[in-house]
């Protein structure tokens, strides 16, 4: 079997996950990429990965494909497109642009919820105001945003006209989006499917850090309650979305709950490890078996349900508080203490310089703590950060 892997940066995902896992599978592996040197001793083709013609064309001229497969954000549509192409299982890349570009989910999604956006184009003027009478505050984000970068909740025009400044100072020639702030807790729906059928795997809670910015600070098992999944259902199936995994993040409001994204990907950020980790499955593995026509029927569905009460977890991002220069670090690690297991994933080195941006770009480490329950997790959690600070001065 010969797995075709499009992507770019080397990701804890990649690396730590759908790399191991083709292995276990006794699959080939060729990586393409637009950076060949981050990933020595594989088989690496050089490729443009965001133009599918680009992926269609380097596929051709190398091995023939059994599966094309990406996690990449940005990379989905590009390979779903040249799977289409060469007649393999994917996703449906109509699914795929407008998972990605947060000026389009709203079209599909408008006979589900009622939530108000507004796409603003480089030539448009912030300071003449939102149309349709869309209330303050509302969030403003790139429409090809990641990892928070630029998202702001913004309480009048003078707000909203300097968040839109800045999203186009750094991303010039960009759509910007405004909409209607989801009041109410965050949540993820994570679920799995193929052609026929799409489950649920589980979810969890998300804490914020301080408003205006999103950063998610900290991730919590919470498997979606039942009397949400016919909403959350219908909305999948509005955008398109069935076929491979698929991280959702939606919150739960007075009227009910409400999608924030759709990220048509695995969750990030080592929370899919933590998810593997709870439900006890190879989940990176099923992923791609997924992607090379297995069915999700084939998989031992009776041991999520097993799962959701047996284990607690938690994914807390050791966000950096201020800027300066890291003088002191945990290394990568992994320990057990009163029955917790930690890892602990450094993503800063001592002597780098941390400037805060109130995004995701903030993160200095990543803690995994997966235990019997929530006291014995957080009580892991606060002990490590006791013990192994992040130093910056």
Not at 194 to 209: H, I, K, N, P, S
Request: charged share 25%.
């Amino acid at each position: 079997m010969r797995l075709y892997l499009t992507t770019l940066n080397p990701t804890d995902s990649v690396t730590g996950g759908f790399l191991p896992a083709a292995a276990a599978l006794g699959w080939d592996v060729t990586i393409l990429t637009d950076q060949p040197d981050r990933y020595p001793g594989h088989d690496v083709v050089a490729a443009d990965v965001r133009d599918f013609r680009a992926v269609i064309d380097a596929v051709a001229a190398h091995h023939r494909p059994d599966v094309i497969f990406s996690n990449s954000d940005h990379l989905q549509a590009a390979t779903a497109l040249a799977a289409e192409y060469f007649g393999l299982p994917g996703k449906d890349w109509r699914a795929c642009v407008p998972a990605k570009n947060k000026a389009l989910p709203r079209r599909a999604l408008a006979a589900v919820e009622p939530v108000r956006s507004v796409r603003i184009p480089p030539s448009a003027d912030p300071a003449e105001g939102l149309p349709d009478g869309l209330p303050y505050p509302v969030v403003v984000k790139p429409a090809q945003g990641v990892a928070s970068e630029d998202v702001v909740l913004v309480d009048g025009p003078d707000a909203l006209a300097a968040a839109v400044a800045a999203a186009r100072e750094r991303r010039p020639g960009e759509v910007v989006v405004a909409e209607e702030f989801l009041d109410g807790p965050v949540r993820t729906l994570e679920t799995l499917g193929d052609d026929e059928t799409r489950r649920v795997l589980g979810g969890f809670a998300t804490t914020l850090g301080p408003l205006p910015h999103f950063v998610e600070e900290r991730l919590d098992w919470r498997p979606p309650d039942t009397g949400h999944l016919a909403h959350l259902g219908a909305a999948l199936d509005a955008a398109g979305i069935g076929f491979g995994v698929c991280h959702t993040e939606y919150a739960v409001t007075r009227d009910g709950p409400r999608v924030i994204e759709i990220n048509y990907r695995l969750i990030g950020d080592n929370c899919d490890f933590l998810l593997a980790d709870l439900l006890g499955v190879p989940l990176h593995e099923w992923i791609l078996r997924v992607h090379a026509g297995e069915p999700v029927s084939s998989f031992d569905l009776d041991c999520l349900r097993a799962a959701y009460g047996a284990a607690y977890g938690s994914v807390v991002s050791l966000v950096a508080e201020h800027s300066g220069t890291v003088t002191g670090a945990p290394p990568d690690l992994s320990m057990e203490k009163d029955g917790v297991r930690l890892r602990h994933r450094a993503l800063r080195e001592i002597g780098d310089h941390v400037e805060v941006t109130g995004t995701n770009r903030d993160y200095l480490g990543l803690l995994r703590a997966v235990g019997p329950d929530h006291a014995s997790v957080d009580a892991a959690i606060g002990a490590f950060r006791k013990e192994h600070p992040w130093v910056l001065a």
